[in-house]
């Protein structure tokens, strides 16, 4: 088996060795290798933290397993392999369809940054008048901003809407009339993906007895996935912003704003804290510091929301 197994390399590699000899040139080839190897890199950072991970590990395994049926001349699992893996790419683009177009609009966004960074401070200004005037009616509202982590393995996907992201239509979505108030709104690429949807619940046992539902929807969403959620409490009439798994309270509409700037216009701060400290510098806030970050079990209860 040994001896057996030894032969079929030497074949292989003098096969190999025959066809770089003869098709080989040094400078072509050495661009097309490191422009595949700069766009492989390129897709696992895209799918870093993501349940993708899983399943390109699941073709790569078949991969493999194909690379050994044929070093061991295994003909009828060799055929099978090959005929299922001759629908890889298109298994490819139904599995990571979502992934494949936040990297789309990541290369539109850095083609064209001035426009994208204007798409993004009217979709902000957007949310905000509406976590504003929806604060002032005391309806309550969960609005999930989607950014790198896909969402859809996660949440239960409600109605599908694909629309432009309005103060009018996310107020018309959370009233109390609306049957779909009682979900999430999610927001995907700059659009009103989907509404009425149920996100996952927190597991965390020290929470505050008065913490209501959406506030622990939104920790358990920002918990297991890079999303920012902005809670609107009907009982409190507070406004809230969830990352990371911790919550941001009692925003006005200037520092929700500041907070969703530094976010999404910056690029990443992830700490809840340095994200209200920084947007109460950039609002001028002038009624003392900006609300913190605290332990779960030190933030205040916001009653059912």
């Given at each position: 088996?040994?001896?057996?197994?030894?032969?079929?390399?030497?074949?292989?590699?003098?096969?190999?060795?025959?066809?770089?000899?003869?098709?080989?040139?040094?400078?072509?080839?050495?661009?097309?290798?490191a422009v595949?190897?700069?766009?492989?890199?390129?897709?696992?950072?895209?799918i870093?933290g993501?349940?993708?991970v899983?399943?390109l590990?699941?073709?790569?395994?078949?991969i493999?397993?194909?690379?050994?049926?044929?070093?061991l001349?295994?003909?009828?699992?060799?055929?099978?392999?090959?005929?299922?893996?001759?629908?890889?790419p298109?298994?490819?683009?139904?599995?990571?369809?979502?992934?494949?177009?936040?990297?789309?609009?990541?290369?539109?966004?850095?083609?064209?940054?001035?426009?994208?960074?204007?798409?993004?401070?009217?979709?902000?200004?957007?949310?905000?008048?509406?976590?504003?005037?929806?604060?002032?009616?005391?309806?309550?509202?969960?609005?999930?901003?989607?950014?790198e982590t896909?969402?859809?393995?996660?949440?239960?996907v409600?109605?599908?809407l694909?629309a432009?992201?309005?103060?009018?239509?996310?107020?018309?979505?959370?009233?109390?009339?609306?049957?779909?108030?009682?979900?999430?709104?999610?927001?995907?690429?700059?659009r009103?993906?989907?509404?009425g949807?149920?996100?996952?619940?927190?597991?965390?046992?020290?929470?505050?007895?008065?913490?209501?539902?959406r506030?622990?929807?939104?920790?358990?969403?920002?918990?297991e996935?890079?999303?920012?959620?902005?809670?609107?409490?009907e009982?409190?009439?507070?406004?809230?912003?969830a990352?990371?798994?911790?919550?941001?309270r009692?925003?006005?509409?200037?520092?929700?704003?500041?907070?969703?700037?530094d976010?999404?216009?910056?690029?990443?701060?992830?700490?809840?804290?340095?994200?209200?400290?920084r947007?109460?510098?950039?609002?001028?806030?002038?009624?003392?510091?900006?609300?913190?970050?605290?332990?779960a079990?030190?933030r205040?209860?916001?009653?059912?929301?």
């Amino acid at each position: 088996m040994i001896e057996f197994l030894w032969n079929r390399l030497v074949v292989v590699a003098q096969e190999l060795w025959a066809f770089l000899a003869t098709n080989y040139d040094p400078i072509r080839d050495t661009v097309d290798i490191a422009v595949v190897g700069f766009l492989l890199y390129w897709l696992l950072l895209l799918i870093k933290g993501t349940r993708a991970v899983q399943i390109l590990v699941g073709l790569v395994a078949l991969i493999a397993l194909r690379l050994a049926a044929a070093l061991l001349g295994l003909a009828t699992l060799s055929w099978i392999l090959d005929t299922f893996l001759a629908s890889a790419p298109l298994i490819i683009i139904v599995l990571f369809q979502a992934d494949l177009r936040r990297a789309l609009a990541r290369v539109g966004r850095g083609v064209f940054q001035g426009i994208a960074e204007r798409q993004d401070t009217q979709i902000i200004e957007e949310i905000v008048r509406a976590a504003q005037t929806l604060a002032q009616r005391r309806v309550g509202a969960l609005v999930v901003l989607e950014r790198e982590t896909g969402l859809e393995d996660l949440i239960q996907v409600g109605t599908a809407l694909d629309a432009a992201v309005t103060k009018d239509l996310l107020v018309s979505v959370f009233l109390p009339y609306s049957p779909l108030h009682d979900g999430a709104v999610v927001i995907q690429s700059g659009r009103v993906a989907f509404a009425g949807c149920i996100l996952p619940l927190t597991l965390r046992t020290d929470l505050p007895e008065g913490l209501g539902t959406r506030h622990r929807a939104a920790l358990g969403i920002t918990e297991e996935t890079d999303a920012v959620v902005i809670i609107v409490s009907e009982e409190t009439a507070s406004i809230s912003l969830a990352m990371g798994g911790e919550m941001i309270r009692d925003l006005d509409g200037p520092r929700l704003r500041g907070a969703l700037r530094d976010v999404f216009a910056r690029g990443g701060r992830r700490d809840a804290s340095e994200v209200a400290e920084r947007a109460a510098e950039e609002e001028g806030a002038a009624e003392g510091p900006a609300p913190a970050a605290a332990p779960a079990d030190a933030r205040p209860g916001a009653g059912s929301a």
